[in-house]
């Protein structure tokens, strides 16, 4: 574990840029409809759902029901089921530390974790451990502060969950970089456009990201092939 800290840390030194402000913009939200500091740190050590804690914010402030936020959330995180196909192995042989793997799958998570490179000397299944816990830390940070600056300074709120796309964007650049073939990223685009396109913003996301695996599971020998 010690020798997986320090290039763990590397890793996810892009998540803790982004995380520190979303999760900071969060905990802003949060204190803005009354919740204090405290609330802020149990809502990102228990739910621990990016913009599902955004989703949370307008649903406190519309006092809606436990049922509702309960649908409305599994709605919006779903996605994260065709993430842990990919990983199903790959937690199963982690041992109890797959439980807490399969509740911090986040979106940066899941991108770190697929293009994670793993020094010779260092346990791999450490070091996704410490990626998943440092990004988790790096969240619960960002939404403390918030959640106190916000109630000692005055916030204008409007356009604070920007950060979250923000995150996306900074994310999906590094891997384009990174990877020499830009076909998922294509077959990514496009699934989303034309899914976004059909269905409207409030109903692409689960179509597009079906879409994305069936096509990747299609293409999987080719892709494949220029990955080796």
């Given at each position: ?9 590397t890793?996810?030194i ?6 520190l ?6 905990g802003?939200?949060l204190?803005d409809?009354?919740?204090t500091t405290p ?5 990102s050590?228990t ?5 599902g804690?955004y989703?949370?914010v307008?649903?406190?402030?519309a ?5 509702t ?7 919006l995180?779903c ?6 196909l990919?990983?199903l192995?790959?937690?199963h042989s982690?041992?109890?530390r ?8 986040t979106d940066?998570?899941?991108?770190l974790?697929?293009s994670?490179?793993?020094?010779s ?6 070091m ?9 830390a ?8 918030g959640?106190?600056?916000?109630g000692?300074l005055?916030?204008?709120t409007?356009?604070?969950?920007f950060?979250?796309?923000s995150?996306?964007?900074v994310?999906?650049?590094e891997q ?7 076909v998922?990223a294509f ?17 692409f996301?689960l179509?597009?990201m079906?879409?994305i695996?069936?096509m990747?599971?299609a293409?999987?020998?080719?892709l ?5």
């Amino acid at each position: 574990m010690r020798k997986a800290l320090r290039p763990a840390f590397t890793a996810t030194i892009p998540v803790l840029c982004g995380y520190l402000f979303i999760g900071f913009a969060f905990g802003v939200m949060l204190r803005d409809i009354g919740f204090t500091t405290p609330w802020a740190f149990l809502c990102s050590l228990t739910i621990y759902a990016g913009s599902g804690q955004y989703l949370l914010v307008s649903l406190l402030a519309a006092k809606a029901s436990l049922v509702t936020v309960a649908v409305m959330t599994l709605l919006l995180n779903c996605r994260h089921i065709f993430y842990g196909l990919s990983f199903l192995e790959t937690f199963h042989s982690m041992g109890a530390r797959k439980w807490y793997m399969i509740f911090s799958l986040t979106d940066e998570t899941y991108s770190l974790l697929c293009s994670l490179k793993t020094p010779s000397d260092v346990d791999p299944d450490a070091m996704r451990f410490l990626v998943a816990i440092l990004d988790h830390a790096y969240w619960i940070i960002g939404s403390i502060i918030g959640a106190f600056i916000g109630g000692v300074l005055p916030f204008d709120t409007t356009g604070i969950d920007f950060a979250m796309t923000s995150l996306f964007t900074v994310i999906f650049v590094e891997q384009w970089q990174a990877s020499k073939s830009h076909v998922p990223a294509f077959l990514g685009l496009g699934a989303a456009a034309l899914s976004l396109a059909l269905l409207g913003p409030q109903n692409f996301i689960l179509p597009a990201m079906l879409a994305i695996c069936v096509m990747l599971v299609a293409l999987r020998r080719q892709l494949a092939k220029e990955a080796a």
